[in-house]
Structures are given as structure tokens and as C-alpha cells.
């Protein structure tokens, strides 16, 4: 079992900046953010394996995903934020599981909000 916690959402206006950070308790070889505005479904924001990463398109360019050393704590630097950014983004992590399959871990959510 993984917990994972969050910090560093908040208010900020357009074209600003936000760092969102993650710490999981555990051992993972995948960690990255999704997002779910009102209504909507939880779509990918960024995520990273191995090094390598991956960004919906909607954040390609403004978006930076990074990860620490130890492979416990990622980090979403956001900037050029816009309103449509405004969201609950949640912190996703993965283990393995037996054979070919893998856990999902999620976190409590943290507020971002881009005010016009």
C-alpha cells in the first residue's frame, strides 16, 4: 500500500505559476497528475517512468513534470496557467502487481484554480 501526499495548489492568476508537489510512502515506477474540473472527466495532465514523460496536450509547453532522486517525489511545475486549468488535480502513482499487472495509487486532490 502507497499513500501519496500533496501540496502546493492554490489561487493564481492568468499567466502565473504554480510547483504542485508529491510524496509517495512507497517504492513506485510510475508517478504523474491527472486533473478533474466540475463536470468533467479525470483527464492526464503529465506523467513519468524511467525518466521519460508524458503531457496531455492541453499542457504541452507550459508544463514541466520532474522527479527527485529517490524516485519518491514528483514535482508539476505549471506556468502560462490559464482559467481552463482550473482544476482538482490528483497525484497518481504505480507498483507493480503479480505477472504483467500494476496497482494505482491516488491523492487526496489539491485545488488549482486560475482566476481571468
Known amino acids: 500500500q502507497v499513500q501519496l501526499v500533496e501540496s502546493g495548489g492554490g489561487l493564481v492568476q492568468t499567466g502565473g505559476s504554480l510547483r504542485l508537489s508529491c510524496t509517495a510512502s512507497g517504492r513506485v515506477f510510475s508517478m504523474g497528475w491527472y486533473r478533474q474540473a466540475p463536470g468533467k472527466q479525470r483527464d492526464l495532465v503529465a506523467t513519468?517512468?524511467?525518466?521519460?514523460?508524458n503531457y496531455g496536450d492541453s499542457v504541452k509547453g507550459r508544463f514541466t513534470i520532474s522527479i527527485d532522486s529517490a524516485k519518491t517525489t514528483a514535482y508539476l511545475e505549471m506556468n502560462s496557467l490559464k482559467p481552463e486549468d482550473t482544476a482538482v488535480y490528483y497525484c497518481?502513482?504505480?507498483?507493480?502487481?503479480?505477472?504483467?499487472?500494476?496497482?494505482?495509487?491516488w491523492g487526496q486532490g489539491t485545488q488549482v484554480t486560475v482566476s481571468s
Open positions: 497518481n502513482a504505480k507498483t507493480y502487481g503479480p505477472g504483467v499487472t500494476y496497482y494505482n495509487y
Open positions: 513519468i517512468s524511467d525518466n521519460m514523460t
